[in-house]
């Protein structure tokens, strides 16, 4: 079992950056696939970035490539978003997520990203 939190997430303006953390507990994060996912109101879930297991390798949603960076610190347990040059369009509930083969088992309860235009 794998307990994700999130946090870092908090009310910024338009051109703005925040980085977004996701602590687990419960088992390592070491050989578990890792993403972030995001909710804005009205819309359904959608993929935002993930890393591999081994940190090799990421993928980003066109939307947030070149501005997001996922990264993830095993030692720590922790994963990472980093999101610069934040648009309204932004605003969501993001999530963490780990898993397997693209199969995403566990999610964490989100933390909310507000960018005012």
């Known amino acids: 079992q794998v307990q994700l939190v999130e946090s870092g997430g908090r009310l910024v303006q338009a051109g703005g950056s925040l980085r977004l953390s996701c602590a687990a507990s419960?088992?390592?994060?070491?050989?578990?696939?890792m993403g972030w996912f995001r909710q804005a109101p009205g819309k359904e879930r959608e993929f935002v970035a993930t890393?591999?297991?081994?940190?090799?390798?990421?993928n980003y949603a066109d939307s947030v490539q070149g501005r997001f960076t996922i990264s993830r610190d095993d030692a720590k347990n922790t994963v990472f978003l980093q999101m610069n040059s934040l648009k309204p369009e932004d605003t969501a509930v993001y999530y963490c997520?780990?898993?397997?083969?693209?199969?995403?088992?566990?999610w964490g309860q989100g933390t909310q990203v507000t960018v005012s235009s």
């Open positions: 419960g088992r390592t994060l070491v050989l578990l696939d």
């Open positions: 997520a780990a898993g397997r083969s693209g199969t995403y088992k566990w």
């Open positions: 890393i591999t297991w081994s940190g090799g390798r990421t």
